[in-house]
């Protein structure tokens, strides 16, 4: 599991639409971090697929994106991207309950209310909400993850106008949900389950409700209309066993990273999939320096799952964090030939490549595994490190460039896009790189000079 900080916009075009606008601020200084897990967002992506199915968003590219914040939240920007907390992952009872979330959030996509919070955003002057229409042009460009980063950054108040919805939006994406859940065989009873759950959030103060409430709220009124449903429609639904391991997987992984290890031990023993307990065992061993029985316990998850690859990521990253370059290798290099086109086990590939003293190679694999994902800044930093060690200065500083403006820091990827266009040859597809980064970060500091 990899902590990813996401203040940033998503992509070169995004960038120079920002600097188009009349008034322009630095980005926020607040920010927030995604937890990329090739495994957890598989098991996320098992979960939501009926569900989105039902709903007509596409499956490949509606993704399912886990926030790096214990509060129960969960929203979405754009049409690319649903956002969870991790902490909605660790509160929810089921999986249908989640299914019940990923549904709501889906309805707010399909039934255009998206659309029209965006429109608002067109006028907006502050700070605060220059940040919100950066995220606004972000998504545009085609970059969930970006669009969260930089909204998540705002100031509290201005992030809680966007995620929040009117109670009709509310009631609508309810009705909706409770439709998709029926045609996806989710029983509707998680929609009340969930609204059951919060309940009681409204007679709280502020300071002490759950985000997911003040963003979406949950009155006695959407309860009733849920139970009115499940009353006219039925609530029972056909088990589907693979759903409930893979929110066992999600949640066991989830617990094991940020929970205790020592919480993760003495509850182990409740989990009901044996590989899943075996897998939060070795993620707890190892977080304890207890390198040896954290490989045992790992070894035997994958004897009851030979083939799973990202059980043999998990091995790799465990090599890795310990210094074990040539097993990590071996290790990656098994999880690639089950998941050959999963980015983030080519990019961890790639980085034990480099670790192990392969540059040449690790950058073949890390390109392979950009044109898959190329917001991935750790994978952007390996890259530059792999090209550096070849003597590629030009590449290494185009590549650099480029994280830096994924990061929002158009001053220093100004700086090295101008290295790299005096390093590589002009007119070359990596110089063109270079000057798309260089204008936005030029257009972007003359924006700042006019405030």
């Known amino acids: 599991m990899a902590f990813e900080r996401v203040s940033r916009v998503a992509s070169i075009p995004a960038m120079v639409l920002t600097a188009v606008l009349t008034v322009v601020s630095a980005l926020p200084a607040a920010a927030v971090s995604l937890l990329r897990d090739p495994d957890i967002e598989h098991a996320l992506r098992q979960i939501a697929s009926p569900v989105l199915r039902a709903s007509g968003l596409s499956q490949s590219r509606t993704h399912i994106l886990l926030v790096d914040d214990p509060a129960f939240n969960a929203f979405v920007l754009d049409n690319q991207a649903i956002f969870l907390n991790y902490g909605l992952i660790l509160k929810v009872d089921s999986a249908g309950m989640l299914q ?10 399909t039934n255009g209310h998206l659309a029209r919070r965006t429109a608002n955003l067109q006028s907006a002057r502050t700070a605060a909400g220059l940040g919100l229409a950066l995220a606004a042009l972000a998504a545009a460009a085609g970059g969930g993850e ?32 409770a439709s998709y859940l029926t045609s996806a065989g989710v029983s509707p009873q998680a929609l009340v389950d969930l609204h059951q759950a ?34 006219a429609h039925g609530g029972k639904e056909t088990a589907n066993p693979d759903t409930a391991y893979w929110f066992a997987r999600a949640r066991g992984k989830v617990s094991a990273f940020t929970r205790s290890p020592k919480w993760t031990l003495r509850r182990v023993a409740e989990e009901k999939y044996k590989d899943v ?87 073949q694999t890390l390109e392979k595994a950009r044109s898959r994902d190329w917001r991935d800044a750790r ?34 990827a100004g700086l090295h896009a101008k290295r790299a266009s005096a390093l590589l040859p002009r007119g070359s597809a990596a110089w063109r790189r270079a000057q798309d980064v260089l204008i936005a970060s030029e257009r972007f500091a003359k924006g700042k000079k006019k405030r």
């Open 198 to 231: 919060f309940a009681g959030q409204e007679v709280l103060s502020v300071s002490r409700q759950d985000p997911y409430t003040r963003s979406h709220p949950l009155t006695r009124d959407r309860l009733r209309a849920a139970q009115a449903y499940v009353a």
């Open 100 to 109: 019940a979330v990923i549904a709501h959030e889906a309805a707010h996509i």
């Open 146 to 177: 970006a669009a969260g980063g930089i909204a998540i950054g705002t100031q509290s108040a201005a992030q809680r106008v966007f995620l929040s919805h009117t109670r009709a939006e509310e009631a609508s994406a309810d009705r909706s949900a």
């Open 379 to 412: 994978l952007l930093r390996d890259m530059s490190v792999a090209y550096a060690k070849t003597g590629q200065s030009g590449m290494a500083a185009v590549v650099t460039a480029e994280r830096y403006a994924l990061q929002g820091r158009l001053n220093d």
């Open 277 to 363: 307990r075996l897998m939060r065992e070795a993620i707890a061993h190892h977080r304890q320096g207890k390198f040896e029985k954290s490989i045992s316990a790992l070894n035997k998850a994958l004897a009851l799952r030979p083939s799973d690859p990202f059980y043999l990521e998990l091995k790799g990253q465990i090599y890795m964090e310990n210094r074990r370059w040539n097993e990590a290798l071996n290790a990656y290099g098994q999880a690639v030939s089950q998941a050959p086109q999963n980015a983030q086990i080519l990019s961890g590939y790639g980085r034990a490549q480099l670790a192990a003293g392969q540059p040449k190679s690790a950058i």
